[in-house]
């Protein structure tokens, strides 16, 4: 599909009415969606829109597919997206949803060199050939819940975006070449803290789980940028502003918007 035609097909499903249930589902699903300013909740509904019109979702594990999770999943996929110059994850053809937990299989190399296949439960993943594979009872809690950094469609859909340049390092393409130096420095610098606090067993702010790999550390940090922005701020305000600088959003500010409001 050519730029131009895809550009002109996607301002056409813009301007689609959105219709009224999913407007229901996201007052009801993603309540974040309320505290929104107004220009920025009508271009999440469009990046819903296109999303929705072109990736295709796949209900497994018995799992009867319906608008709420496709709106629900979608909107959490698509705040990602606010603000930037983005292609709407182009890597991403298929959304697969299971009821909750599921198993995997996986390959691993024991200390004799030996391959073998074992089964991993797990609430997501991003599965290649297209596919990002989503727990919908994750799902749904991640976007209610803020009292914690998880979220899963979140943590998938970073990794969606780190994979643009072809490769999962923990790296996205950035919105401007003098961005790197900085980015490379920070993350690396926190992904290495990260590590040493888990090897010690200490108390980490960033889930655990972020020191496997740099692109982990880049979708765990992406959880918290977005779930618990003002205490990532606070803690590692560098890791906050590089974040914010990616995402073109700044979620903590609304966060204390709403603290005075309350």
Not at 108 to 122: T, Y
Not at 188 to 198: M, N, S, T, W
Request: net charge negative; aromatic share 10%.
């Amino acid at each position: 599909m050519s730029g131009m035609f895809r550009r002109r097909r996607r301002e056409r499903i813009r301007q689609q009415l959105f219709p009224p249930q999913w407007l229901d589902v996201l007052d009801r699903n993603f309540p974040r969606y309320r505290r929104m300013p107004p220009e920025d909740q009508a271009e999440l509904r469009g990046l819903i829109q296109i999303f929705l019109a072109e990736k295709r979702f796949e209900g497994a594990g018995g799992l009867e597919l319906t608008d709420e999770i496709r709106v629900t999943v979608a909107a959490q996929a698509c705040l990602l997206l606010l603000h930037r110059e983005t292609d709407v994850y182009p890597g991403v053809d298929s959304v697969i949803v299971y009821p909750d937990e599921y198993v995997a299989t996986a390959r691993a190399r024991d200390d004799s060199g030996i391959v073998e296949e074992r089964g991993q439960v797990r609430l997501g993943e991003t599965a290649g050939r297209g596919a990002v594979v989503i727990a919908w009872d994750a799902a749904a809690r991640g976007a209610v819940d803020v009292r914690g950094c998880r979220n899963v469609v979140f943590h998938e859909f970073a990794h969606e975006l780190d994979a643009e340049d072809g490769t999962f390092n923990g790296a996205p393409v950035l919105p401007d070449r003098s961005m790197y130096g900085a980015w490379a420095r920070v993350l690396g610098d926190e992904y290495r803290e990260l590590q040493a606090r888990v090897a010690r067993h200490l108390p980490t702010d960033i889930h655990p789980y972020g020191a496997t790999n740099p692109a982990e550390f880049f979708a765990v940090a992406t959880e918290c940028f977005f779930q618990q922005p003002a205490g990532l701020r606070a803690r590692h305000p560098e890791l906050y502003e590089q974040l914010s600088r990616f995402y073109q959003q700044d979620p903590a500010d609304v966060s204390a918007r709403r603290s005075l409001a309350a």
